[in-house]
């Protein structure tokens, strides 16, 4: 019989508790080999270990992002994974926003593809640009990879790290609010505007869920905007000297997926009531 397959885990965690997520992902990759790390960015944690997972404490300096860079680092300092072994990047919206289970199979789908690249890749939901700014300032593609879930390889690993190393390149004053005409003057302008838009423009189409919730508070909103950033950064780099695969690539699949995603509302609705 061939053995199963083997797929190294970065997950944050924040609302979900990290045994729920472990849990929740043996059950849907049960036809994987799975090893990794959570990282608890809201839960208090010692040092932990299951026999494939550990469970870190995280700094959340910058949300999922600093948990994504802590659990790269971990996993290269701890666990030393074999040359080739894809990564699956994810945080706990996925299960709580999205049809986990579906979009998991979808992404595992291109685990050869991963597997086999020999540049950096990176695998995922593809969102288009729709408003202000229309294609990645590092790669020209008109679309980036949405950072709840994202499959890589080892390359793309470094790759994040580096970004997320890079980050004050593009955020030198800290202490700047988001709405300051000298917010992060060194990003692209385009990218810049749609980032602010994306946030302070609370009664348009393409605005972030939370910001009519949120928008008073300046340090979260501010931490956010780091963290869209980086989430188009990552693609953009990545894709600037490797390959970024969509895993809903024609209309059948964008269809499916979004019938899973209105099933999968539907029934966090009735669990709720």
Same mark, same amino acid.
């Given at each position: ?5 083997k797929?190294c885990?970065?997950a @944050?965690? *924040? ?13 849907y ?28 404490a995280g ?6 992002f600093s948990? *994504? ?8 300092? =701890? ?7 894809p990564i699956?990047?994810l945080?706990?919206t ?24 020999e ?5 995922? &939901?593809? !969102?288009p640009?729709?408003?202000i @700014? *229309?294609?990645n300032?590092?790669n ?5 990879i949405?950072?709840? @879930? ?10 994040i790290?580096? @970004? ?12 700047l !609010?988001?709405s ?7 990003i692209?302008?385009?990218l810049?505007e749609?980032? &602010?838009?994306?946030?302070?423009d609370?009664?348009? !189409? ?9 928008h008073? !508070? ?5 931490i956010?905007?780091?963290c869209v ?7 953009g780099?990545?894709?600037e000297?490797?390959?970024v ?6 209309? =059948?699949g964008k269809?499916l ?9 539907v029934? &966090? ?5």
């Amino acid at each position: 019989m061939e053995s199963n397959k083997k797929l190294c885990i970065v997950a @944050c965690s *924040y609302t979900l508790k990290p045994e729920l997520i472990i849990n929740k992902l043996h059950a849907y990759l049960s036809d994987y080999e799975l090893t990794g790390v959570v990282i608890s960015n809201n839960h208090t944690v010692e040092q932990f270990k299951t026999n494939e997972f550990y469970i870190e404490a995280g700094t959340n300096s910058l949300f999922e992002f600093s948990a *994504y860079k802590e659990g790269i680092d971990f996993l290269e300092d =701890k666990l030393s994974p074999q040359s080739g072994i894809p990564i699956l990047v994810l945080n706990d919206t996925l299960f709580l926003k999205h049809n986990a289970k579906y979009i998991l199979r979808k992404i595992v789908s291109y685990y050869s593809t991963i597997e086999r690249a020999e540049l950096p890749a990176i695998a995922g &939901r593809l !969102d288009p640009y729709n408003n202000i @700014c *229309y294609n990645n300032p590092w790669n020209a593609m008109h679309g980036y990879i949405s950072s709840f @879930c994202m499959l890589i390889n080892q390359k793309a690993a470094k790759i994040i790290v580096s @970004c997320y190393n890079e980050l004050s390149n593009y955020f030198s004053n800290n202490d700047l !609010d988001i709405s300051q005409p000298g917010w992060g003057i060194q990003i692209e302008s385009r990218l810049r505007e749609f980032i &602010r838009s994306h946030l302070i423009d609370i009664h348009t !189409d393409t605005v972030w869920y939370q910001a009519k919730l949120l928008h008073n !508070d300046k340090k979260r909103i501010n931490i956010k905007a780091k963290c869209v950033f980086m989430e188009h950064f990552i693609s953009g780099k990545i894709g600037e000297s490797g390959i970024v695969i969509s895993i809903f690539p024609t209309w =059948k699949g964008k269809v499916l997926n979004f019938l899973n995603e209105q099933l999968s509302k539907v029934k &966090r609705i009735i669990l709720i009531k």
